[in-house]
């Protein structure tokens, strides 16, 4: 019987932290922690990880920092900071009273530095970066020593000390670690401990002019933490042995680097320098337009928190690097919407319909279920009067033979209403463009309580004239054209930048619309999802298209 109970099914990290519990590592602790730097919002990217080191976290009962390695305060912000915290809080995840920043250390990281000094293992270098560049060599090619490799202890501390103080400039002289310039991995050529920056920190001000770099503050900042395990993305594997040569050096609390498979997913940019970009030259509207793939983005477009961590769940964690089909995430805001969005009726080209022998002055209030998924979600009352509005794309003036919509003659359901016969039409005479259907309806059709014994194929949405709520929709697609933006080294990412990731619709909404609030979702029957955006005013409705109700992209590419 046992047999048919579910085998639990562990990522590789998991598995590894099984087999360091089972051998009592650690003392069976399990503390990971998750270390952005403040340099732009996170996007979809940092989503998984997010959900992998506060998820494993929560699984072994363990604990999740969040630290800002914020080690570059040229291009480091307060605003990044308060938008990743903001980030992670509403995908779900509480660091506690565990939020750290790299600064925190940096008295620390300078003592640490100076113990490498003490110990030979550090020098200060008066090369320029050029220099330094050059002399690291090539993959294939060994390094060159720098001439200013032997300098002694006493003169090394001296100058690093004189570097702390502010004496030189920016570039003038920098802090190495004196490990092995023939080394394979260019990692461990030499590599830059500290630089001069002359630059105020967001949060110590001008108490600083040295700052470390990324790969010295990084792993001490996990030791010093006592970090069980560092998980991280594959682009740092190579620098896994200078992290464990610092803490074998130095000994420090042997904090172990595991790396997973970044994110990339199809027709996404996911760098943030690229990212930066897009904002700066004012290609977006801001971090949070709807098109961006931040996370801020994604929440303004109407993703919500469940939606997109059952996308990171379903990608799962693997050893290498592979494109994610961008479809999973669109079926994942789907699925999840599907069985909360509440349904309403949202026309976004109107066509006026006028039902010619229904009384001018007759109104019904017709129920409408809210949510066919949900049977707890209730019905609302929607207006049913003379003149009404429909999509214009369900009339065609000499329809096909299989166009199950309106077209003169035709009769089709108007949902939760009747059904109508298009008896006639009414045209723009300068444009030629279709402006009034006159219709006719059968009193005996009335939804749920049909008497006529009338079949019809088709159903359409629509809204009351007398009660319509006025109201733009901004249709978002994806903001890029190609499967791998980012892939053409000689071209231009914004070169394949989707003309038509913005339309805006000037559209009718239902009546019960008119308490709806900023942040509040539905799905437009036969349209799609929207969320209600920030935008909006009393009187001023602005939606939001989350997602389309199927993918429709690929048929539009192979067209």
């Given amino acids: 019987m046992s047999s048919d109970i579910p085998k639990e099914r562990f990522n590789f990290i998991e598995e590894i932290i099984n087999k360091d519990r089972e051998n009592n590592k650690h003392d069976g602790r399990v503390h990971t922690r998750f270390p952005p730097e403040p340099n732009g919002y996170l996007h979809i990217g940092h989503a998984k990880s997010i959900c992998l080191n506060f998820g494993i976290a929560e699984k072994y009962q363990g604990l999740c920092n969040l630290r800002f390695d914020d080690t570059n305060p040229e291009k480091e912000e307060v605003e990044y900071v308060e938008s990743i915290q903001a980030d992670i809080k509403w995908l779900g995840f509480d660091w506690g009273d565990r939020l750290y920043y790299a600064s925190d250390y940096f008295s620390e990281l300078y003592q640490l530095a100076v113990n490498l000094i003490e110990m030979g293992k550090a020098y200060v270098d008066d090369q320029s970066a050029e220099e330094i560049s050059l002399g690291r060599g090539t993959p294939t090619r060994p390094g060159i020593e720098s001439p200013f490799r032997n300098r002694s202890v006493d003169e090394n501390l001296d100058l690093f000390k004189r570097m702390k103080d502010g004496e030189y400039q920016e570039g003038a002289k920098v802090l190495r670690a004196k490990i092995d310039m023939s080394s394979p991995n260019m990692h461990l050529r030499d590599p830059i401990m500290y630089r001069i920056r002359h630059t105020p920190h967001h949060r110590t001000g001008n108490a600083w002019c040295i700052y470390p770099t990324y790969d010295w503050a990084h792993g001490q900042s996990d030791a010093i933490e006592g970090i069980t395990h560092s998980v991280c993305t594959l682009e740092f594997e190579v620098h896994r042995p200078l992290y464990e040569w610092f803490i074998e050096q130095l000994d420090l609390f042997p904090s172990k680097q595991y790396e997973f498979a970044r994110l990339n997913i199809g027709f996404t940019i996911m760098s943030k320098r690229k990212l930066l970009e897009l904002v700066q030259e004012k290609v977006v509207s801001g971090w949070d337009d709807p098109r961006m793939p931040t996370i801020s983005g994604l929440r303004r477009r109407g993703y919500t928190p469940e939606a997109i961590r059952n996308f990171c769940d379903r990608v799962g964690v693997a050893r290498r690097d592979g494109v994610i089909d961008v479809a999973l995430l669109e079926f994942s805001i789907r699925e999840d919407l ?29 129920p409408a279920v809210n949510n066919p998924e949900n049977p707890d979600a209730g019905t609302r009352e929607i207006p049913f009067t003379r003149e009404l509005y429909i999509e214009r794309g369900d009339f065609m003036e000499d329809p096909p033979r299989k166009f199950f919509r309106l077209g003169p003659g035709r009769e089709v359901r108007l949902k939760y209403g009747y059904i109508i016969k298009c008896e006639d039409y009414q045209k723009d005479p300068e444009t030629g463009e279709v402006t009034t259907l006159l219709c006719t309806y059968d009193p005996q059709t009335k939804s749920g309580s049909d008497t ?10 629509w809204v009351s004239a007398k009660y319509t709520l006025d109201a733009q929709i901004r249709l978002y697609d994806r903001l890029f054209s190609s499967e791998d933006p980012a892939g053409h080294p000689e071209k231009d990412f914004k070169e394949f930048l989707n003309p038509n990731s913005l339309e805006i619709a000037q559209g009718k909404v239902e ?20 969320i209600i955006d920030q935008d909006s005013e009393p009187g001023a409705l602005v939606f939001n298209r989350t997602v389309t109700l199927r993918d429709n992209w690929a048929k539009q590419q192979h067209k």
Avoid at 344 to 363: A, M, Q
Avoid at 513 to 523: G, I, L, S, V
């Fill in 511 to 530: 009546y019960s619309f008119k308490n709806a609030r900023p942040w509040d979702f539905f799905q437009f029957e036969r349209q799609g999802y929207f």
């Fill in 338 to 366: 599907n069985a909360k969005a509440p349904r309403r009726f949202g026309i976004l080209d109107p066509l006026k319909v006028v039902i010619t022998n229904y009384p001018e002055e007759k109104e019904e209030w017709l």
């Fill in 452 to 461: 006529s014994g009338k079949k019809v194929k088709g159903t359409l949405g």
